[in-house]
């Protein structure tokens, strides 16, 4: 899966969720949106580095310690 698709995907589901709130007004979709792709993302990168946690925060960009910090948000560890 291409950036693109990964994008097109996020914004598709972006708009369905407005489309279900049918006029509602949202409420704090920053964070909700954080917090949903952040888990799988989590998941799939600590799975393809072994669950090597310095690996997985160099190829994500983040501290080690910032790292175990989501992980234990997540509850992944």
Do not use: C
Not at 50 to 55: D, G, K, L, T, V
């Amino acid at each position: 899966m291409s950036k693109n698709n990964i994008e097109e995907s996020v914004r598709e589901s972006l708009q369905s969720y407005f489309r279900d709130l049918d006029g509602e007004s949202p409420d704090g979709v920053y964070d909700m949106v954080i917090r949903l792709v952040e888990k799988p993302l989590l998941e799939v990168v600590m799975s393809q580095a072994n669950e090597n946690q310095s690996r997985a925060a160099e190829w994500l960009g983040l501290n080690r310690n910032t790292l175990r910090k989501k992980l234990v948000e997540h509850k992944l560890l």
